[in-house]
Every structure is written in C-alpha cells, then in structure tokens.
C-alpha cells in the first residue's frame, strides 16, 4: 500500500467507493520487518455494527479473541467516540490503551487516566437539559450524556421533518455557546468542547506517551470522526482502512476499505498472522 511521506504534501481525499479493498493484508500492506506496528481501532461501525440502540452494540468474542491476540503481538489502542468507561466495558480487555469521547478522556495500559476538558463540564450540563426539554418528546430519539460530550441519536427517528429538527437544535446550540461545536456523523448529532483536539491529537499522544513515537500505525475507523485518526497516522507514514459499511458516498482520507465488520475481524486477524510471519526484532510493542 502507498502510504505517504511525513514529510510529504497533505493527502487528498478519495470517494470511499473509489478504495480499494484492504484485503488480503498481505497483499496490500508494505510493512518494514524493521518496525513495530502501533495499531488504533475504533468501535461503533468497526469492531460491531451500527444498531438502533447503542448499548446493544456489542462485542463479539471471535473480535475481543482477535484483538486479545494483537495486544499480545503490538501496541493496540481502542479509540472511540464512546464514553471511556463505556467503551472500555464492551471491549472488556486488560492492558490496552482506551481513548473515549474522541480522545477526551484517555486510559494508559498501566491505569494512568488524562482527562481534558474538564473547565467544560458544566456548559455540557446546560446544553444537555436544553437538548432534554427541547426534544425529550420526540419519538425515537435518544439523548446521549457522555462525559466530555452529548450525542444525540436519531437512527429510530422515522419522520424526516424531526431529524431535521434534531439537526437544527444541535447546531444552533453549537452556535450559542462559545464553548461547544456541534459536529455529526452516522445517524448522530453531537456537541463537544471547541478545543483543539479530537481522535488523531489522541493517537498523537498515545503514541508519544507510550513510547512508542518509533512505531508505524495504523487506524481502522468508519465515520466521519475517524477521518481526524486517518489525517493523523498518515501524517506519519502509517496506514489508514476504513469500514465502509452503508456508507460509500463521501470521501475519505483513508487508504484503503472493508465492507463490513466481518471483514475488520479478518482484516486484524490477517494482520495478527502477518506480523507473528515477520522476522523477530525483539520484544513487539514494548513500551
């Protein structure tokens, strides 16, 4: 696979329909034997299917058994726009790095935990309420209180006149409090901290935080949030794929794609047979 330059110009875009498939890894990935892989995954869409209700969304364990044996291989992270607490307990595996509510709020392996954002909490309460008795009422949708964010779901939301509701309020209230950006993505609607920082600042800092600045990574996301992850590993020489899943008219940063979730498990499962391939170069994934 072609991964640019660090130093190279800013990548440009590809429609997510014009990719081409990540698979087989063998076949797409140019990995140096030399180095050690740092690899980021995120949740929702990726490592389980986008569902009606969130907390139904969970984690298999022919998945968690995959990862589980990556994390033994190289440094894995879970990156997500779940609460850390939430996202940590569907994944449900020791010894990784999390980063929740994009990056917000991040868990080291050894349970150093950073949280950013923290002056915020309080403009979230109030935008939260104003959500709740703005559109409390409406069938189907969901209010969802993380810690650094609020995500508003309209996925059960039939009526086309409501979504657009939903989609106005969230960005009118990005646009009263100077504290908040309103932001989107599949079938969600979110307001977060208008801060300089967002899921490829957190894998910046994981990476320089877990020693682990001398590793190539790789991002594997589906949304429109991932594509900060995408921009950031590219920015690197590392590798972005991206789950296109019911998504393939936009564009995308990432190199390469899978169809579906499935095919995310048999790309880490390829990927976990290709480096335990490679020739040793010492303790993978020491931090």
Known sequence: MDTPHPTGPPPSPTRL????????????????PRSDLAIFLDYDGTLTPIVDDPDDALLDEATRSTIERLAATTLV???SGRDLDDVRAKVAIEGLAYAGSHGFDI???DGTRRQLATAHVEVLDRAEQELRDDLGRIPGVRIERKGFAIAVHDRQ????GLR???EEAVTGLGGRYDELRATGGKRIHELRPDI???KGRAIETLLTELHADDHLPLYLGDDLTD????RAVRARGGVAVVVRGEDDD???LAHAALETTADARRFLDELHDLLTDRPSTGEAGDE
């Open 17 to 32: 329909a014009d990719l081409p498939s990540a698979l087989p890894v063998g076949a797409r990935l140019d990995l140096d």
């Open 77 to 79: 992270a879970i990156v």
């Open 107 to 109: 868990l080291h392996p």
């Open 157 to 160: 939301v039939d009526d086309p």
């Open 164 to 166: 657009a509701r939903i």
């Open 196 to 198: 300089d920082w967002d």
């Open 227 to 230: 594509e900060d992850g995408f």
């Open 250 to 252: 936009r564009d995308s």
